[in-house]
């Protein structure tokens, strides 16, 4: 639930939230606190749920949280810029989704010019370079072509780490910088995949050879003791529980393939039942092995979540799967 704001000169009422009133300066075509208070929220959930590190490595705090959001609104035009945004939304919602998915893009470009922006991009050099050799298997998932069809990763690291140590590649220059030579990035990516045994999200791909060779955007700093003053200050800083929400329900949804949002929607059958109805898009002989898979993958990002957040995960998440399965028919 979202959750409000205390009344003041730039609300009319405490019940307001702070996505309607920012709705409504912006359409108002008068950018003010409360578009900065959700700039400042949408930065936190994408930082919070994409492990986002800080620029220059570190700790993030309330100094550098500032930062980026004065960033972002320097590079997107001003709170001005985002007008044009809030016009084209249908409504205080849309306007909230919009602006996470412009900050995560804000990050991505951002990230591009780090050493570990730079080895994502030689990855995807290199699994085009590779070609008919591999395939991609759904949005930002990839896997051997012999093995496109097979239940998707399930998590496991010792098999992939250890293929990816068995490859001999060039040792990482000064600064934390990949080496350049693309047969070292073919050779990973192909040693990973087959190690994996079946489909395996870019980012999954991308962080196990990002070890192997030693990429990093910034050297291991020290973490900061719990008195520090800047730590107890932004742990004070609740975070919005809708904006999580919608940015973990993202983050799962954009992680399945055709098949596992298919048998999203029967997870609470058994495995016959759930045959019986998607019968037509996964056979009798994997669907076992693709529900336990998509199960694994849902604890591997729900684990931990409280109640309410984990209510408002799934609320988030049967309304993208209702909004796919209208697209398909």
């Given at each position: 639930?979202?959750?409000?704001?205390?009344?003041?000169?730039?609300?009319?009422?405490?019940?307001?939230?702070?996505?309607?009133?920012?709705?409504?300066?912006?359409?108002?075509?008068?950018?003010?606190?409360?578009?900065?208070?959700?700039?400042?929220?949408?930065?936190?959930?994408?930082?919070?749920?994409?492990?986002?590190?800080?620029?220059?490595?570190?700790?993030?705090?309330?100094?550098?949280?500032?930062?980026?959001?004065?960033?972002?609104?320097?590079?997107?035009?001003?709170?001005?810029?985002?007008?044009?945004?809030?016009?084209?939304?249908?409504?205080?919602?849309?306007?909230?989704r919009q602006l996470l998915r412009r900050i995560r893009w804000w990050f991505?470009?951002?990230?591009?010019?780090?050493?570990?922006?730079?080895?994502?991009?030689?990855?995807?050099?290199?699994?085009?370079?590779?070609?008919?050799?591999?395939?991609?298997?759904?949005?930002?998932?990839?896997?051997?072509?012999?093995?496109?069809?097979?239940?998707?990763?399930?998590?496991?690291?010792?098999?992939?780490?250890?293929?990816?140590?068995?490859?001999?590649?060039?040792?990482?220059?000064?600064?934390?910088?990949?080496?350049?030579?693309?047969?070292?990035?073919?050779?990973?990516?192909?040693?990973?995949?087959?190690?994996?045994?079946?489909?395996?999200?870019?980012?999954?791909?991308?962080?196990?050879?990002?070890?192997?060779?030693?990429?990093?955007?910034?050297?291991?700093?020290?973490?900061?003791?719990?008195?520090?003053?800047?730590?107890?200050?932004?742990?004070?800083?609740?975070?919005?529980?809708?904006?999580?929400?919608?940015?973990?329900?993202?983050?799962?949804?954009?992680?399945?393939?055709?098949?596992?949002?298919?048998?999203?929607?029967?997870?609470?059958?058994?495995?016959?039942?759930?045959?019986?109805?998607?019968?037509?898009?996964?056979?009798?002989?994997?669907?076992?092995?693709?529900?336990?898979?998509?199960?694994?993958?849902?604890?591997?990002?729900?684990?931990?979540?409280?109640?309410?957040?984990?209510?408002?995960?799934?609320?988030?998440?049967?309304?993208?799967?209702?909004?796919?399965?209208?697209?398909?028919?």
């Open positions: 639930m979202t959750r409000e704001v205390p009344s003041g000169d730039w609300l009319k009422a405490s019940t307001v939230s702070v996505s309607d009133a920012a709705f409504a300066e912006l359409r108002a075509f008068e950018p003010g606190p409360a578009t900065a208070e959700l700039v400042r929220r949408c930065v936190d959930a994408a930082i919070r749920t994409r492990n986002i590190p800080p620029p220059d490595g570190g700790h993030w705090d309330l100094e550098r949280r500032r930062d980026t959001c004065g960033a972002f609104l320097a590079d997107a035009g001003g709170g001005y810029a985002l007008v044009g945004v809030a016009i084209a939304s249908n409504d205080p919602t849309h306007l909230r991505a470009d951002a990230a591009r010019t780090t050493p570990v922006g730079r080895h994502r991009r030689r990855v995807r050099a290199a699994l085009t370079k590779l070609g008919a050799t591999v395939t991609n298997t759904g949005p930002r998932r990839w896997a051997l072509a012999a093995k496109a069809d097979s239940p998707p990763w399930d998590g496991r690291l010792d098999d992939v780490t250890s293929a990816a140590k068995a490859i001999a590649v060039e040792p990482p220059r000064p600064g934390g910088e990949a080496p350049t030579d693309g047969r070292s990035y073919q050779a990973l990516c192909t040693a990973v995949l087959a190690a994996a045994g079946g489909p395996m999200s870019f980012e999954d791909l991308s962080a196990i050879t990002a070890r192997r060779l030693n990429v990093t955007n910034a050297p291991d700093a020290p973490l900061p003791g719990e008195d520090d003053p800047a730590v107890v200050a932004a742990a004070s800083t609740a975070p919005d529980q809708q904006l999580i929400a919608v940015e973990i329900a993202d983050q799962i949804w954009d992680d399945m393939d055709d098949r596992q949002r298919y048998v999203f929607g029967h997870l609470h059958e058994t495995t016959d039942e759930a045959h019986v109805a998607v019968d037509h898009v996964v056979s009798r002989s994997t669907i076992g092995a693709r529900m336990k898979a998509l199960k694994t993958l849902l604890a591997g990002v729900l684990t931990g979540l409280d109640d309410e957040l984990l209510d408002e995960v799934a609320r988030e998440l049967q309304d993208r799967h209702r909004t796919w399965l209208g697209r398909q028919t």
